[in-house]
């Protein structure tokens, strides 16, 4: 119970802090100006349906992701009401990141894989360089492995 409740503070904290806004749907919102029930109920069909393909999936046993679940979910139902006219495909920013829109989801999709298997291997070759190859491994690792595991629920937020 308390581990849960630790976990839902931290992702509480991350979202709150680190959030930025997206660009998928907001500057296009005019679209569903003249009947924001629509984009109301549009957006109550995106997490139905997400809910419904999760499941779906989940006793498939398939490997799939929420974010790319809700985000063609979005994409279909804005389509389907206003036109591909209304998705934010690409957006050029003067600030980071440079790119917006899908074209940036996207981006993030090939990049994170890369990113985090950099990231792993560094900590992978720290690790074991400083901790498993010391004369004192063991008492080594009572102190690193609270650090990793504090470093590892701050930085994704969902342990």
Known sequence: MQSQVIKQFS??????????????L???VECFLDN???????????VYTTGMWL????YLALPVSTTHATIGAMIGM????????????FQESDSFPYVKGVA?????????????GIVSLL???TVRAFVLRSPNAFGRSFWVFPILVM????VDGEA
């Open 26 to 28: 907001k500057p296009k």
């Open 123 to 125: 900590v992978f070759l």
């Open 151 to 154: 470093v590892a629920i701050t």
């Open 104 to 116: 940036a989801i996207a981006v993030s999709w090939v990049l994170s894989p890369i990113f985090s």
């Open 36 to 46: 924001p029930g629509v984009l109301m109920y549009g957006m109550m069909c995106v």
């Open 11 to 24: 992702v509480f904290t991350r979202r709150y802090i680190f959030v930025h806004e997206k660009t998928l």
């Open 78 to 89: 804005t389509v389907v009401y206003g036109g591909a006219g209304c998705v934010v495909w």
């Open 55 to 58: 499941l779906l999936a989940s």
